[in-house]
């Protein structure tokens, strides 16, 4: 296996459905309903065209960025997704080895909890909080349903919530758990309340339109994360890159912008980046190298991407991340408007 590893995500994602129960497989690669906007988050990228430079001097390519004040190599980031046990035993842990992780936090209806899971987090020293804020209630995850998805460990949780009597009599377990933590009443206020309990940077996670990017920046978010939660929650919504210039546009350079959801290939990073991204945010393709080769596999997803992304860079003629700019892409409203 080592002498033949994969050479792109898509291999990875085949090995992760061979070595993955059917269950567990639909769980980290399924979506929301007939899973439109799972398809088109990767479709999306697909339609933005790549404008090259050429006799550029790219003999060194630097893909440093930073955020919040953070100095990172490069711009590409474990997106705080949840349950890694499900793709492998080691499960967060072989992640946060395999590269430095975010820290995501739900609203409980209880906020107790939220405010002991925040505690923890500073404690552990995390550097800010991921605020998820686009699941109320639990998107209808049709492949769960008929699989009857029995709800991951949450070691986190153990002594706040109970994972008891979740039965699957009326399909996801998944789904009884979230409806019975969860809080629907979640508002803007909230966001307000976990910045008075904290004073780590909080990221909003889950914003898909310019009035909810302002919103998120007048309630004091440190950051907006462009997110439709993999195509999980709400079908029909709309591929994250294809959102992502209004938001950027929106927030007017007031609070850096991240953008997750579709992204399988270094190209594809440049993309967002072009498009005013401070960062991407990569999920499933981690939890497909976590399922097929442990640690290492997703060590070696990270590190494919960042090569993808230095080869991209390369024959873009970009020699740092500020060179990538809005001219080095051409969008479907782009060619649009050329031919008005």
Known sequence: M???????????????KKALSKMHYD???GGAEDEHTLRDNIAAYGRILLRPRVLVDVSNIDMSTSLLGYNMPSPIIVAPTGSHKVANPEGEVATAKAAASCNS??????????????????????KAIVLTV?????????????NKMVA?????????????????TDGSQLAK????????????????WLKSITSLPILVKGILTAEDARKAVEAGAAGVI???????????????????????????????????????????????????????????????????????????????LNRELELAMTLCGCRSVAE?????????????????
Do not use: C
């Open 324 to 340: 990538i700019t809005r001219d080095r892409v051409q969008t479907e409203g782009d060619r649009m408007r050329s031919l008005l």
């Open 152 to 168: 991951p460990d949450k070691p986190n949780l153990e002594g706040l919530i109970s994972l008891e009597n979740l039965d699957t």
């Open 226 to 304: 462009v997110s439709n939660h993999g195509g999980r929650q709400l079908d029909y919504a709309p591929a994250t890159i294809s959102v992502l210039e209004e938001v950027v546009k929106a927030v007017a350079g007031a609070v850096p912008v991240l953008v997750d959801g579709g992204i399988q290939r270094g190209t594809d990073v440049l993309k967002a980046l072009a498009l005013g991204a401070r960062a991407v945010m990569v999920g499933r393709p981690v939890m497909y190298g976590l399922a097929a080769r442990g640690e290492a596999g997703a060590k070696h997803v990270i590190e494919m």
């Open 134 to 146: 686009d699941n109320p209630m639990l998107g209808r995850r049709e492949r769960d349903i008929r």
């Open 105 to 126: 936090l739900m609203v409980f209806k209880k906020r107790a909890v939220s405010a002991t899971l925040v505690r923890r987090a500073e404690s552990s020293g995390f």
């Open 177 to 192: 758990y979230v409806r019975d933590t969860m809080d629907p009443s979640l508002s803007w206020k909230d966001v307000e």
């Open 27 to 29: 769980y980290i690669n």
């Open 2 to 16: 080592e002498n033949n590893l994969p050479v792109n995500v898509r291999e990875y994602q085949e090995l992760a």
